[in-house]
C-alpha cells in the first residue's frame, strides 16, 4: 500500500508483484514460470467506508514451452460494507497471469475484516470470455496488508490516523 484513501476524499494507490514458480505436484502447478506487476487506485465513499471502488491495471509475463508471452491485465471492483466487518464484494477481470489467454472474467463473495490489516475473503466466480470462458471456480483465502507509510498512529477502528 503506498497510500491509503481517505473517505470521500483521495483515492488509494497499491502496487503488487507476484510469481509462481513451475514445481510441485498436482493441477495447479504452473505450466512455466509467470511473474505479474499491478497498480491499483480504490476510490472511498462514505465516512464509514460504506462503498469502496477500484481499478486495477497491470502486466503479465509466463515463459511456458521455450516462449515468452506477455499480457496486459486491468479489473473494475466494488466492496459495499453490510455490517461492522462483513462485506460484499465483486470484480470484473479482463487477462490472468497464469494463463496466457484466458480472457475475461467475474467474480463475488465475501469479506470479513479481522482488522485493517488482516481479512478473510471467499468468491465464487466464473468466465465471460477467452480460456476462461467455460471455467466456474470457488475460491478462499487470507490477506494480510503490509503498509509503507511512516505513520503508525490507529484510531480505535483500525484507521490511520494522519
Avoid at 508483484?17 to 480504490?42: E, H, I, Q, R
Avoid at 464509514?48 to 514451452?65: M, P, R, S, V, W
Avoid at 462485506?87 to 465475501?110: C, R, T
Amino acid at each position: 500500500m503506498l497510500r491509503d484513501y481517505e473517505p470521500n476524499g483521495l483515492p488509494g494507490i497499491t502496487f503488487a508483484v507476484g510469481s509462481d514458480m513451475p514445481w510441485g505436484k498436482g493441477a495447479y502447478v504452473a505450466g512455466g514460470y509467470n511473474a505479474f506487476v499491478f497498480s491499483s487506485l480504490t476510490q472511498c465513499f462514505g465516512t464509514d467506508e460504506q462503498l469502496l471502488i477500484h481499478a486495477n491495471i497491470g502486466g503479465t509475463y509466463l515463459k511456458e514451452d521455450g516462449k515468452n508471452l506477455t499480457g496486459l491485465v486491468f479489473g473494475f471492483g466494488t466492496q459495499i460494507k453490510v455490517y461492522k466487518g462483513f462485506h460484499l464484494i465483486g470484480e470484473i477481470v479482463n487477462g490472468d497471469p497464469y494463463e496466457h489467454g484466458a480472457g475475461s472474467i467475474y467474480q463475488f463473495g465475501i469479506r470479513q475484516f479481522v482488522s485493517d490489516k488482516f481479512q478473510i475473503d471467499c468468491a465464487l466466480g466464473s468466465g465471460i470470455s477467452g480460456n476462461a470462458r467455460a471455467s466456474t471456480w470457488f475460491t478462499a483465502g487470507i490477506r494480510y496488508v503490509l503498509s509503507f507509510n511512516k505513520s503508525n498512529n490507529f484510531a480505535p477502528n483500525g484507521r490511520r490516523i494522519d
